[in-house]
């Protein structure tokens, strides 16, 4: 095998690696960059995040361990962008890119979501540099329902996914069924589109296992509350409101802790009152914890002290919060929709839910909780199922994928 160090460029136009996940534009998108580029870089490789500077404090350059740099470009002004003003400094960024890259070329470039990809082609092209695109999540086309919970997206993403789907170099996909996504929805080459499976970190995210972890347990058996943990940006793609309305139909008596975890989009305060709105009606005040975005190692702790996660996204490429959960000996009812269906295995380390009845969602939820000692099993399960999985086994099939693109 070729042990060869690498030059890396990974293109992250509309939100940075330095955010913290679940604020601004930050997801699980930062989470699987910024986790692939910290194992890349302690495997010996050279890797640089260009991101678009959105404030004026940060520094242009931020070096996060050996081999690994932020580069902040002066794309439009340093302030938070809403998702859909990216579009006017896509120009400005591939210019400043390739300025970048004519003084320290890289070897590869890889483009996170299609800003990154639409801003990157013409730097690559001009450069000779081979072009690797990641997507995290496609437009849905306008005729689609949108009661699916995608948004309607400008003719600019439709047009630009696929035009990334055919002009850049190799697509890679997080699960087969983004795979799928990319060849239905946007007539991408199925010789073109690898799957680059997630890792996920074990031991940031462990089950819970010290005093106060048995007391809890203790307490549960006794007939103490449970708690139903949800995580991730507060948008209406998430499909919070639907696990509201499901924890609200459990009578009271034997309805779980709600605690919510993450922070609004620029553009997302209006759903944010919905939600608040949605508790209080349905007189959940007491019972329900909105924390706010976390640091990774507070999410672990919060992740591991709960009783059950609830993932009712209407549209995940994978649903990486599923694995954190998974990795903390933590069950998951997950929406049967898309990547969802290969981050929990139904039946083994939690259960897969169709539709937006809420009715249907609470009774899954008070089956699952009302038997102890099959939550146990699913939760023993689900930690053997993402001990397979690691960030280092990720970025060693990227370096695969890399090599092959290069000497093509």
Same mark, same amino acid.
């Given at each position: 095998?070729?042990?060869?160090?690498?030059?890396?460029?990974?293109?992250?136009?509309?939100?940075?690696?330095?955010?913290?996940?679940?604020?601004?534009?930050?997801?699980?998108?930062?989470?699987?960059?910024?986790?692939?580029?910290?194992?890349?870089?302690?495997?010996?490789?050279?890797?640089?995040?260009?991101?678009?500077?959105?404030?004026?404090?940060?520094?242009?350059?931020?070096?996060?361990?050996?081999?690994?740099?932020?580069?902040?470009?002066?794309?439009?002004?340093?302030?938070?962008?809403?998702?859909?003003?990216?579009?006017?400094?896509?120009?400005?960024?591939?210019?400043?890119?390739?300025?970048?890259?004519?003084?320290?070329?890289?070897?590869?470039?890889?483009?996170?979501?299609?800003?990154?990809?639409?801003?990157?082609?013409?730097?690559?092209?001009?450069?000779?540099?081979?072009?690797?695109?990641?997507?995290?999540?496609?437009?849905?086309?306008?005729?689609?329902?949108?009661?699916?919970?995608?948004?309607?997206?400008?003719?600019?993403?439709?047009?630009?996914?696929?035009?990334?789907?055919?002009?850049?170099?190799?697509?890679?996909?997080?699960?087969?069924?983004?795979?799928?996504?990319?060849?239905?929805?946007?007539?991408?080459?199925?010789?073109?589109?690898?799957?680059?499976?997630?890792?996920?970190?074990?031991?940031?995210?462990?089950?819970?296992?010290?005093?106060?972890?048995?007391?809890?347990?203790?307490?549960?058996?006794?007939?103490?509350?449970?708690?139903?943990?949800?995580?991730?940006?507060?948008?209406?793609?998430?499909?919070?409101?639907?696990?509201?309305?499901?924890?609200?139909?459990?009578?009271?008596?034997?309805?779980?802790?709600?605690?919510?975890?993450?922070?609004?989009?620029?553009?997302?305060?209006?759903?944010?009152?919905?939600?608040?709105?949605?508790?209080?009606?349905?007189?959940?005040?007491?019972?329900?914890?909105?924390?706010?975005?976390?640091?990774?190692?507070?999410?672990?702790?919060?992740?591991?002290?709960?009783?059950?996660?609830?993932?009712?996204?209407?549209?995940?490429?994978?649903?990486?919060?599923?694995?954190?959960?998974?990795?903390?000996? &933590?069950?998951?009812?997950?929406? =049967? #929709?898309?990547? !969802?269906? %290969?981050?929990?295995? $139904?039946?083994? /380390?939690? +259960? @897969?839910?169709?539709?937006?009845?809420?009715?249907?969602?609470?009774?899954? &939820?008070?089956?699952?909780?009302? =038997? #102890?000692?099959? !939550?146990? %099993?699913?939760?023993? $399960?689900?930690? /053997?199922? +993402? @001990?397979?999985?690691?960030?280092?086994?990720?970025?060693?099939?990227?370096?695969?994928?890399?090599?092959?693109?290069?000497?093509?």
């Amino acid at each position: 095998m070729d042990t060869a160090s690498l030059s890396i460029g990974f293109v992250m136009l509309h939100t940075s690696p330095l955010d913290v996940p679940g604020t601004k534009d930050a997801g699980g998108m930062n989470v699987v960059v910024r986790a692939q580029a910290e194992a890349l870089a302690a495997a010996g490789h050279r890797v640089r995040i260009f991101t678009r500077r959105s404030d004026a404090e940060t520094p242009s350059r931020v070096e996060l361990r050996p081999n690994l740099t932020v580069v902040l470009l002066d794309a439009g002004a340093p302030r938070l962008l809403a998702k859909g003003e990216h579009e006017s400094v896509m120009v400005q960024f591939g210019d400043l890119l390739a300025d970048e890259l004519r003084a320290d070329p890289v070897q590869v470039l890889h483009a996170e979501h299609w800003f990154s990809g639409i801003a990157a082609l013409p730097v690559a092209r001009e450069l000779g540099v081979p072009l690797v695109q990641s997507y995290h999540s496609i437009a849905a086309p306008p005729e689609s329902p949108l009661g699916e919970g995608e948004r309607p997206e400008s003719p600019g993403r439709l047009a630009g996914e696929a035009r990334l789907a055919n002009e850049a170099d190799l697509i890679i996909a997080v699960s087969e069924a983004e795979r799928a996504t990319v060849l239905a929805r946007l007539a991408g080459d199925p010789g073109r589109v690898r799957v680059v499976p997630l890792g996920v970190d074990t031991e940031l995210f462990h089950p819970c296992d010290t005093a106060a972890c048995e007391e809890q347990r203790d307490w549960l058996r006794g007939g103490g509350r449970a708690e139903v943990i949800l995580v991730g940006r507060l948008h209406p793609l998430k499909g919070f409101d639907l696990a509201i309305d499901a924890i609200a139909r459990i009578p009271e008596d034997q309805r779980p802790s709600l605690r919510i975890v993450g922070a609004p989009p620029p553009d997302g305060d209006e759903y944010v009152r919905a939600l608040h709105d949605a508790v209080a009606q349905h007189g959940m005040l007491r019972t329900t914890a909105f924390d706010g975005a976390l640091r990774r190692r507070e999410l672990a702790e919060r992740i591991r002290s709960a009783t059950l996660m609830l993932v009712p996204s209407h549209s995940e490429t994978f649903g990486l919060v599923a694995l954190e959960a998974a990795a903390s000996g &933590v069950p998951v009812i997950a929406r =049967d #929709a898309g990547g !969802l269906r %290969e981050a929990v295995i $139904a039946g083994e /380390t939690g +259960a @897969l839910v169709a539709g937006d009845d809420a009715a249907v969602w609470a009774d899954a &939820v008070l089956e699952m909780l009302g =038997d #102890a000692a099959r !939550l146990k %099993e699913m939760g023993d $399960a689900a930690r /053997t199922h +993402a @001990l397979r999985r690691s960030w280092q086994a990720s970025s060693e099939r990227l370096v695969e994928v890399y090599r092959d693109i290069i000497g093509d």
